[in-house]
C-alpha cells in the first residue's frame, strides 16, 4: 500500500505571495491532518480534516487554511506569506480519526525569501 | 491541556551503548502514547506505540512501556547502531483530540 505523498517537495516563495500544498492520504484512509515543524517551535498542530469537515484546528492565524475532498485529499493554502512561515509542512494520514496512529508523508519544505 | 515532556538532547553515544530516551507526559483522560522518529530530511515514521497502561511497543529493537502510575513512556534500546542517529519524538493523543508531541531528542551514534 502506497504511503502518504505529499506535493511539491520543496517551494520557494516571496513575501506575500501565497501557495497551496497538497496531501494524498495512504488508500482507505479519512482523517488528514497537518503540522508546521521548525527549529523553533517544533511540531506543531495545523488542523485536522475528517470526511471533508475540519474537526480540529490549531492556534494558527486565518491566514492558514485547509480542505479535503470527497477522496480524502487534501490542500493547506497560506496566503500573504511572511519569512516566518518557512517551515516543513508535514501532512499525517489515519484510518479513523481521535486515538488512531498517524502515518506520516515526507513533508514540504517551504522557503519564504 | 495534554502535554509531552522529552529528555533534552542532543545525546550522544558510542555504538552498542545501551539507550534510554525519557519521556513523560500529562492527559487528562486515557492518551495513546507513541515514539515517532525523524531521519536527516525526511517526514516522521513511526516507531513504535501503546495504546493502553502496561502495554509494551516494540519495534527494531526499541520498546517502551507505557507506565500509567508514573505517567512514563520511556524509549529504550539495548545496543545502539550508527544507523540509529536521528531525532526521536514522544507523542500521544486522546480521543477526539490532535496528536501532541515533545520537543523531540536528537540521537547521534558514534561508530
Known amino acids: 500500500k502506497a504511503g502518504v505523498t505529499q506535493t511539491p517537495r520543496y517551494l520557494i516563495k516571496t513575501r506575500g505571495q501565497q501557495v497551496t500544498l497538497s496531501c494524498s492520504p495512504i488508500?482507505?484512509?479519512?482523517?488528514v491532518s497537518w503540522y508546521q515543524q521548525t527549529p523553533g517551535q517544533g511540531l506543531q498542530f495545523l488542523f485536522e480534516?475528517?470526511?471533508?469537515?475540519?474537526?480540529n484546528k490549531g492556534n494558527f492565524p486565518g491566514r492558514f487554511s485547509g480542505r479535503q475532498f470527497s477522496n480524502s485529499r487534501s490542500e493547506m493554502n497560506v496566503s500573504t506569506l511572511e519569512l516566518g512561515d518557512s517551515a516543513l509542512y508535514l501532512c499525517?494520514?489515519?484510518?479513523?480519526?481521535?486515538?488512531?496512529?498517524?502515518?506520516f508523508g515526507p513533508g514540504t519544505r517551504l522557503l519564504v525569501l | 491541556g495534554n502535554s509531552v515532556t522529552q529528555m533534552e538532547g542532543p545525546v550522544t553515544l558510542s555504538e552498542e551503548a545501551f539507550l534510554t530516551i525519557n519521556c513523560t507526559y500529562t492527559?487528562?483522560?486515557?492518551?495513546?502514547l507513541f515514539w515517532y522518529v525523524q531521519y536527516p530530511g525526511e517526514g516522521l515514521q513511526l516507531l513504535l506505540k501503546?495504546?493502553?497502561?502496561?502495554d509494551k511497543g516494540s519495534n527494531k529493537g526499541f520498546e517502551a512501556t507505557y507506565r500509567k502510575e508514573t505517567t512514563s513512556f520511556h524509549l529504550e534500546k539495548g545496543s545502539v547502531q550508527v544507523s540509529d542517529s536521528a531525532v526521536y519524538f514522544c507523542?500521544?493523543?486522546?480521543?477526539?483530540?490532535?496528536?501532541?508531541f515533545g520537543t523531540g531528542t536528537r540521537l547521534t551514534i558514534i561508530p
Open positions: 488508500s482507505g484512509h479519512r482523517s
Open positions: 480534516y475528517f470526511s471533508e469537515t475540519q474537526r
Open positions: 501503546a495504546t493502553k497502561a502496561d
Open positions: 507523542a500521544l493523543s486522546e480521543e477526539n483530540e490532535k496528536l501532541t
Open positions: 492527559a487528562t483522560g486515557y492518551p495513546s
Open positions: 499525517a494520514s489515519s484510518f479513523l480519526a481521535g486515538k488512531e496512529t498517524q502515518y
